[in-house]
């Protein structure tokens, strides 16, 4: 089935950068819609940014501007810089894959463990 | 607003059946949803897509007692023969091109 692995969670200083990336292993990205959905302590799960498999991105309210999301296929990894960072983006950040190949709208169907985001001075 | 609404807990013996509910606001009520169950320390699993009609889509290796029915804007989990390592949270999402993904509130559900 393969499975998706997070990496670059840090502790940065508000108004910092960081970028986080997906790579996936058993199985190809590509052709997938991808996305970081995070989750801040004791709070439900809320999607923040998704990328096409034609490479097209859309934002939350709450990230745009801010984040950028971005995809290299040719690497089966998917990545999203994080700038001006506040304490409200401090959240475990998980990447999700939909359901099927080649639909942008669809359900969230693999999910990688987690990386954590602490935005703290 | 467009909203998922999700009661805040659940709770059933082991053993037991319980049915958790995800509402869908009004004017949405023929959208798909998805359920996804979250254990502390772990990341998401994606359990099932359920269609308006009652139809759906399970992920790889859900166990059969997890099932998933429709009924107007309301879509529902039903986990029967409750055991322990079913405590956790659990989500609905829907999406659509104009809503993009939205996630409901979350259940969390015990058993007792």
């Known amino acids: 089935e393969g499975q998706l692995l997070e990496s670059g969670g840090a502790l940065v200083h508000p108004g910092g950068s960081l970028r986080l990336s997906c790579a996936a292993s058993e199985f190809t990205l590509s052709g997938y819609a991808l996305s970081w959905v995070r989750q801040a302590p004791g709070k439900g799960l809320e999607w923040v940014t998704t990328?096409?498999?034609?490479?097209?991105?859309y934002y939350a309210e709450s990230v745009k501007g801010r984040f950028a999301i971005s995809r290299d296929n040719s690497k089966n990894s998917m990545s999203v810089e994080m700038t001006s960072l506040t304490v409200e983006d401090t959240a475990v950040y998980y990447c999700?894959?939909?359901?099927?190949?080649?639909?942008?709208?669809?359900?969230?169907?693999?999910w990688g463990q987690g990386t954590a985001v602490t935005v703290a001075s | 607003q467009f909203v998922l609404t999700q009661s805040p807990s659940a709770s059933a013996s082991l053993g037991a059946s319980v049915k958790l509910t995800c509402t869908l606001s009004s004017g949405h009520s023929n959208y798909a949803v998805a359920w996804h169950q979250k254990q502390p320390e772990r990341g998401p699993r994606f359990l099932m897509k359920?269609?308006?009609?009652?139809?759906?889509k399970k992920g790889d290796g859900v166990p059969d007692r997890f099932s998933g029915s429709s009924s107007g804007a309301e879509r529902y989990l039903t986990i029967s023969g409750l055991q322990s390592e079913d405590e956790a949270d659990y989500y609905c999402?829907?999406?659509?091109?104009?809503?993009?993904?939205?996630f409901g509130g979350g259940t969390k559900l015990t058993v007792l």
């Open positions: 999402q829907t999406w659509s091109v104009d809503l993009l993904w939205v």
């Open positions: 990328i096409s498999p034609s490479g097209r991105s």
């Open positions: 359920v269609n308006n009609d009652g139809s759906h």
């Open positions: 999700a894959r939909v359901f099927e190949k080649w639909l942008v709208q669809d359900a969230f169907a693999m």
